[in-house]
């Protein structure tokens, strides 16, 4: 079965940093993109960034660009997020998914991690 599990979720001040990593697992045939959502309370889920896995190419919120970074470990099936310049309204749940063709059906579909929790004090 194929597993997404997100962690490096954390408390920051202000201005800070943190890393945050995704790594899919399991029998995999492809990986067609993957990407990181967020979501607060109240708030609709919204897309952060997003890697396309053939050509590595990046999208990033207009919010996030120039602070955020995506990039990824093919080897190991990982993505990563790296959050400079935290402020209070990046805090939220922060979610993965990766889009995939699993290795025993290769019926593509789409696999969400369980979240973790990022909050930016001021």
């Known amino acids: 079965q194929v597993h997404v599990v997100e962690s490096g979720g954390g408390l920051v001040q202000a201005g800070g940093s943190l890393r945050l990593s995704c790594a899919a697992s399991g029998r995999i045939f492809r990986i067609n993109d993957m990407g990181w959502y967020r979501q607060a309370p109240g708030k609709q889920r919204e897309l952060v960034a997003a890697l396309t896995w053939i050509t590595g190419s990046t999208n990033y919120a207009g919010s996030v660009k120039g602070r955020f970074t995506i990039s990824r470990d093919n080897a190991k099936n990982t993505v990563y997020l790296q959050m400079n310049s935290l402020k209070p309204e990046d805090t939220a749940v922060y979610y993965c998914?990766?889009?995939?063709?699993?290795?025993?059906?290769?019926?593509?579909?789409?696999?969400w991690g369980q979240g973790t929790q990022v909050t930016v004090s001021s």
């Open positions: 998914k990766s889009d995939l063709l699993p290795g025993d059906s290769l019926i593509r579909g789409d696999y």
